[in-house]
């Protein structure tokens, strides 16, 4: 029995469990059925597909069912969310699979406060492109394209409360085990070390965080005020979520392993959104202590600061039509340097037929760095249930020092991605 | 004989003096407020708002959730399609928040703009009028108050409206729906009277684009009942 078939027959176990006590049973189950194909186009010979294709070149099929039944105890209801996700990917000679839990959490609330315990994602943070604040939840780095954060934030098994005051809200979270981010496989299209001798990838999957030694905390106080702003404060204590690679000798002499650095980073940040009218501006701003950086070539780490600012606008047309504008810069300074870099970047999206025909255009741009990316997506939408997006993601990166911009890692992956979605 | 027709006559215009003077004692805003208290039955209650659009597009079908505590506190949960469920949205005063699945977080929207079909999300977000504009008795016929309301607040669904509101019962029965200039948007008819959570109320809300007039979308009120709600259905986490 492998590991995806194991899971779901826990999981429906589980389900089973709960609805034995669940007041109104299996309750609002849903599902989501997929496929996803992408099409590598220009990729360099280092960077063939070879026989590992990992997420950024597949050819896959997905099952994402979801409950959320709730039960009582005296007189408390607990709403639980379970959702699992298990795909299969087609690969040459064979396949590879996943299974992961996307949610298993019980909540309860009551007038001023709502308790979350369990394996969830919390989101914070306005901006789309690099969520700056978005820190709670790791990420998955192996398609590094994919801007749907429901596939690439990574939940974690924490405690989140939060408690309501007029229009403040508290929030505090823990998560006592921390979750490291996936990293991309040794081989795969997006592993920094290819094409170069002697030099490899070690695969990552399940770094020891130091158990509850390692354990993140932190919290949120936000206020709507009443002129429609709402702010936020952020204090999260954490491992660091940039990906960031550090070289080590390894045997025989002269070859080299390249590993994810992991080490407790201090992060302050400030969020606002305001709406007038059509438009909304909105910024995320974070700073951060103790980050390690990637400075000069890949496997040169440095220790140092790193403010990331971003301020975005949306606008909403009348006619099914919105776009969306955002200006991010961020600073490192560490012992020896300082790198300063901006990127522009936009997402219009326009409906047609009562939004049966979805068109959409990410395009990032760096304004003093090689980063440049286009990302158009057409979407249609039939019947009830059905969904299929075409998308493109083209990477034009603009030459210069490999290490300058965030899309070094990716240069040369354009691609052609379609997934189909049937939603029940 | 001409005793009694004189009782009858004075009877008869007494009568009508007392209705026409029983109608004249409302101001606007007591009849806007009546009116509100037809659409709503209290405070804080649920319902679910099935939206159909017909006209040029093929009768599509939507169906929402929503819970409402006094103006100012919505959450609206779609249910139908299921390719749409999640796309969750939180009024808070005049701000409102949607839930984008794909991106699994909240973003800011207005009130303003299109739910589905002619239905703007204050449309089912925002069910008073009392306390958002301010009105005026722009005229009246034999059966309807004619008032004029115009948006004390910014960021409201509508700039200006014109609301019919029939005399005796203050049921509404027609809006238009304006620009700042006073242009006709769209028109709302309010249909389908019957009991819902305790009183006599519009169980559908046509509403009709006013320049492309084959575009309608009916918002049928169902299963309306009174209900409390914690503080924290009506956060942001909540839309998940």
Same mark, same amino acid.
């Given at each position: 029995m492998n590991f995806p078939f194991r899971g779901l027959v826990f999981l429906f176990s589980l389900m089973a469990a709960s609805a034995a006590f669940s007041e109104s049973s299996l309750s609002n189950p849903t599902a989501e059925l997929g496929y996803q194909n992408s099409f590598l186009l220009g990729s360099d010979s280092n960077r063939a597909v070879g026989s590992n294709p990992t997420l950024l070149t597949r050819s896959l099929f997905y099952f994402q069912p979801a409950w959320a039944p709730s039960f009582r105890i005296g007189d408390r209801t607990f709403e639980t969310q379970m959702k699992v996700r298990a795909w299969l990917d087609t690969i040459p000679g064979g396949f590879q699979s996943e299974f992961s839990l996307r949610n298993f959490s019980v909540s309860t609330a009551q007038s001023q406060w709502r308790l979350v315990a369990g394996f969830q994602e919390i989101v914070w943070g306005e *901006? %789309? !492109? %690099?969520?700056? +604040?978005?820190?709670?939840s790791p990420r998955d %780095?192996?398609?590094?394209? +994919?801007?749907d954060a429901n596939w690439v934030r990574l939940p974690t098994a924490s405690l989140n409360a939060q408690y309501f005051y007029g229009q403040t809200t508290v929030q505090l979270v823990i998560t006592p085990f921390a979750r490291s981010p996936v990293f991309p496989n040794s081989g795969?299209?997006?592993?920094? *070390? +290819? =094409? /170069?001798? !002697?030099v490899s990838l070690r695969n990552t999957s =399940? /770094?020891? +965080? !130091? =158990?509850?030694? !390692?354990a993140e905390f932190g919290g949120k106080l936000s206020h709507l005020f009443s002129n429609g702003m709402d702010v936020g404060l952020i204090y999260f204590h954490h491992w660091n979520r940039n990906p960031v690679f550090r070289i080590s000798p390894t045997s025989p002499p002269g070859t080299f392993l390249v590993l994810p650095t992991e080490q407790k980073v201090e992060t302050l940040g400030f969020t606002f959104s305001a709406s007038f009218d059509s438009w909304v501006i909105r910024s995320d701003q974070a700073v951060h202590l103790n980050q390690p950086l990637q400075t000069g070539t890949l496997g040169t780490v440095s220790n140092g600061a790193q403010w990331q600012n971003v301020l975005g606008a949306d606008y909403t047309g009348t006619d099914e039509w919105s776009l969306g504008i955002q200006l991010q810069t961020t600073l490192q300074i560490w012992d020896g340097g300082t790198l300063a870099q901006k990127w522009a970047s936009g997402r219009m999206t326009k409906k047609w037929f009562d939004g049966k025909v979805e068109a959409e255009l990410f395009v990032l741009s760096g304004l003093d760095n090689p980063d440049l990316w286009l990302q158009p997506k057409l979407t249609w939408n039939w019947g009830d249930s059905w969904s299929l997006a075409l998308r493109a993601d083209w990477i034009a990166y603009k030459g210069g020092a490999p290490s300058r911009g965030n899309l070094w890692i990716v240069r040369d992956q354009s691609r052609l991605l379609s997934w189909l979605t049937y939603k029940l | 004989m001409k005793f009694l027709a004189a009782v009858v006559l004075v009877y008869s215009i007494s009568s009508l003096v007392g209705v026409a003077s029983t109608e004249r004692k409302f101001s606007a805003s007591q009849i806007l407020k009546k009116a509100d208290e037809v659409r709503n039955p209290g405070e804080s209650y649920s319902m679910k708002v099935e939206v159909i659009n017909g006209g040029t597009s093929d009768g599509s079908r939507s169906l929402f959730e929503v819970s409402v505590r006094g103006n100012d506190k919505t959450l609206i949960k779609t249910l139908e399609p299921a390719r749409d469920r999640g796309r969750n949205m939180l009024m808070l005063k005049e701000d409102m928040w949607a839930f984008i699945p794909n991106l699994n977080r909240a973003v800011r929207i207005s009130l303003a703009q299109k739910l589905t079909g002619q239905a703007a999300n204050g449309d089912i977000s925002r069910m008073r009028w009392s306390g958002d504009y301010t009105a005026t008795i722009e005229g009246e016929d034999a059966h309807h108050w004619i008032l004029f309301l115009t948006a004390e607040k910014k960021g409201l669904t509508y700039e200006k409206l014109r609301v019919w509101i029939e005399k005796?019962?203050?049921?509404?029965s027609k809006a238009e729906f304006l620009t700042l200039a006073g242009k006709p948007l769209k028109t709302a008819l309010y249909t389908d009277y019957r009991n819902l959570a305790g009183g006599i109320r519009p169980g559908t809300i046509q509403i009709q684009d006013?320049?492309?007039?084959?575009q309608i979308s009916s918002i049928h009120l169902k299963d309306v009942r009174i209900e409390e709600f914690p503080e924290s259905v009506f956060n942001q986490n909540a839309l998940k």
């Open positions: *901006t %789309f !492109g %690099f969520p700056v +604040l978005d820190l709670v %780095f192996r398609d590094p394209l +994919l801007l795969s299209p997006v592993d920094p *070390t +290819l =094409g /170069t001798p !002697g =399940g /770094t020891d +965080l !130091g =158990g509850i030694a !390692g | 005796g019962n203050f049921h509404p006013a320049i492309r007039q084959d």
